[in-house]
């Protein structure tokens, strides 16, 4: 105590040391210990792997697995993309209909995702299953053949990321329209915008933010998630969640997991950017 | 929009399409709102229902009938208590010492001035943004190399790390809208630095580190993913449901999520009419 007393320049240090130092070494040197291994060389018969600047399991984890990458980043887009139109009304009634009531309404929002996750999942194998009402309506509309399913397809796959995800869009959608000044929607009406008008000039604009914030926190998740596909779909809808993670825990072939790690960051990277641009957030966060 | 004003519209549209057209466009979002609701809640519906179904097969799939058995013996599937005490037991201490490291973390980005905040603040931000698989397999890549065994521990030391993010980034919120002007008082008053923050920083700022503290129960009790790749032999309850959704999936787990829940919920509920009656009485 007394010795930060005298050297106060040391305190905010002192305060960051133990959380900084966890990070570093949980997160940050891992990451490195996975670099290394990616580059190492795998002998197939001996099972062993060394270190030699093996570059090519890049390139074979791109070859090798591109109908994955591809796979996941069509169902984490069009996840993100449902959660987006479902959330945003819901968010905008809160917000600006919500009254004294606000708190309450966000809580049923949250309330579902205090169920664990394995068990969310579970609950839509029950929702699909093939005996279940909403197949038996389906086939009866005539969307789904006599015979047609929904477990084990790619459209249960994206139904279960949807909704896994939903608060984590939902929320800053909500906070970023909960702080727009309804003054500035008075002002605009006054001006004699309709009311289309001034939402798409006034409020859509104003709650950006709230949508990059949703997009990639529902994104990034959905890209390396690996559960949904395996308990929703079949092989054939596995992305590349499903296969670092047989890779690693099931074929014990590091050096092609850690490749594949790191593609799948470079793509999110990619992808993160790539949006960023489109939506112009540079000119939308200052 | 007042009542007398909205009747004699009413009035004025004579035709009853365009009197519906128009009730329709007043409530088409309170609609929408309250559908989107069911579908937030409908798979909670699904799991608390099929808590009281009773099976035919190995499999909860298929609604067979009514029965409070699951619930009387809810610990009656081998290793499912084991399960629960674990991921409890993890995630009261993750939580403590997450709740620990991130609130003095937040404490240093916002008190004080230092070389290095710019990095810190990248560090804080990148595990939210890192997707839980490539975290789990770099850490096991770690114990891998150093050849420590997976277990108890390492599920701790990973469920620490992913947390602190949360509470830094939830500390930090209340700190940044916090009147400085108190602990000005509070010197003033000739307390000294530890007083102050003893007795006015702290208190302040409880509601958030309690919030942070949750918020890391919360993670650390659902986590799958990170858990899945350093756990070793050791079975947390999401573990055990998964490795349960391959062989047999027992209703009891229903039971589990179903408490799970309640008690979540229950504790949302009492903070939000706890601050309601706050705002009211104390304005």
């Not at chain 2, 004025?12 to 709102?33: E, G």
Request: a positive charge; one cysteine or more.
């Amino acid at each position: 105590m007394a010795f930060l007393h005298r050297h106060r320049w040391l305190t905010p240090y002192a305060l960051l040391a133990p959380g900084i130092a966890w990070l570093l070494i949980f997160f940050v040197v891992p990451l490195g210990f996975l670099g290394y291994q990616s580059l190492e060389e795998r002998d197939p018969v001996a099972l062993t792997s060394s270190f030699s600047w093996a570059w090519h399991n890049y390139a074979d984890a791109i070859t090798t697995y591109h109908t994955q990458f591809v796979r996941s980043l069509e169902y984490a887009g069009l996840a993100t993309l449902i959660a987006l139109v479902v959330s945003y009304p819901l968010a905008y009634f809160i917000a600006f209909r919500g009254g004294q009531w606000k708190n309450l309404l966000l809580l049923l929002i949250v309330a579902p995702f205090f169920v664990t996750y394995l068990i969310r999942t579970l609950a839509w194998q029950n929702i699909l299953a093939d005996n279940g009402a909403v197949v038996g309506f389906l086939r009866d509309v005539h969307v789904l053949g006599a015979d047609g399913r929904l477990l084990q397809t790619g459209t249960a796959v994206v139904a279960g990321i949807t909704y896994n995800f939903l608060p984590f869009m939902a929320l800053p959608l909500y906070v970023s329209l909960e702080q727009i000044d309804v003054r500035l929607l008075e002002a605009a009406e006054d001006l004699y915008a309709s009311k289309l008008h001034a939402f798409l000039r006034v409020t859509l604009p104003l709650s950006l933010p709230g949508v990059f914030a949703g997009t990639l926190l529902t994104f990034i998740p959905a890209m390396g998630d690996f559960i949904n596909a395996q308990l929703l779909g079949s092989p054939r809808n596995h992305m590349i969640g499903n296969v670092i993670q047989a890779r690693f825990l099931d074929l014990n072939d590091y050096p092609e997991a850690a490749a594949l790690s790191f593609v799948l960051m470079a793509a999110i990277l990619i992808a993160v950017i790539v949006y960023a641009r489109m939506l112009g957030t540079e000119k939308l966060t200052g | 929009m007042t009542a007398a004003a909205e009747r004699l519209v009413g009035r004025r549209t004579i035709s009853p399409p365009a009197r519906a057209w128009s009730f329709a466009k007043r409530h088409a979002l309170t609609a929408y709102a309250i559908l989107a609701f069911a579908y937030f809640l409908l798979p909670i519906a699904v799991v608390v229902l099929f808590s009281f179904n009773d099976p035919a097969g190995r499999f909860n799939y298929v609604w067979e009938g009514f029965t409070f058995r699951n619930w009387k013996n809810w610990d009656a599937v081998p290793g499912l208590t084991d399960a629960i005490k674990i991921s409890l037991e993890i995630a009261v201490l993750s939580s403590i010492l997450a709740t620990i490291f991130g609130t003095l973390i937040a404490l240093a980005l916002v008190r004080y001035g230092f070389r290095g905040r710019g990095p810190t603040n990248l560090l804080i931000f990148l595990p939210m943004s890192t997707p839980e698989i490539v975290m789990g397999a770099s850490l096991l890549t770690l114990f891998l190399t150093l050849s420590v065994a997976t277990g108890f521990t390492t599920i701790l030391i990973a469920h620490i790390m992913f947390c602190i993010s949360f509470v830094v980034v939830t500390v930090k919120a209340r700190l940044v809208g916090f009147d400085r002007h108190l602990e000005e008082a509070a010197m003033d008053l000739g307390a000294n630095e530890w007083t102050t923050f003893q007795k006015v920083t702290l208190p302040l700022i409880m509601p958030a580190i309690l919030a942070g503290a949750l918020l890391s129960f919360a993670l650390s009790i659902d986590d799958f993913v990170i858990t899945y790749f350093n756990s070793g032999n050791t079975v947390t309850f999401p573990i055990f449901v998964w490795g349960a959704a391959r062989v047999a999936t027992p209703p009891q787990i229903n039971v589990i999520g179903t408490v799970i829940f309640v008690v979540a919920v229950g504790l949302m509920l009492g903070n939000v009419l706890f601050q309601r009656r706050r705002a009211r009485t104390g304005s």
